[in-house]
């Protein structure tokens, strides 16, 4: 298990983290510390706690509104798309498309 340390606030926190996941860890305490800038700037003093509920709650705010558009997207999407049940049938009907994508092309070649 790799440890990796990051600094939030002015602080530092050592992290365990699965090896290799490293570079995503410090991604996810630069979103953090983004964040707490954000708040910072709006003005006023804030505990440390404070900052962290802060923008945790703006974080998880964040994630809803994603949620929120992934699931209208799939509503929208057509019911055949849907439908598709594993990435193998997915690339079959890709392969027939283009298939037929080319079929299409040729006959338009022809005089």
């Not at 570079?23 to 700037?41: N, W």
């Not at 974080?59 to 439908?83: I, N, Q, T, W």
């Amino acid at each position: 298990m790799a440890q990796v340390t990051v600094k939030i606030n002015g602080f530092s926190y050592t992290v365990g983290c699965e090896d290799g996941q490293e570079g995503h860890l410090t991604a996810m305490a630069e979103q953090v510390e983004s964040r707490i800038s954000s708040i910072k700037a709006l003005g006023g003093s804030a505990s440390e706690s404070r900052l962290l509920v802060l923008a945790s709650l703006l974080m998880a705010d964040e994630l809803h509104d994603m949620k929120a558009e992934l699931e209208a997207s799939r509503a929208a999407a057509p019911v055949r798309l849907r439908a598709v049940k594993s990435e193998g049938e997915l690339g079959k009907r890709m392969t027939r498309l283009a298939a037929r994508a080319e079929q299409i092309a040729a006959d338009l070649e022809r005089p």
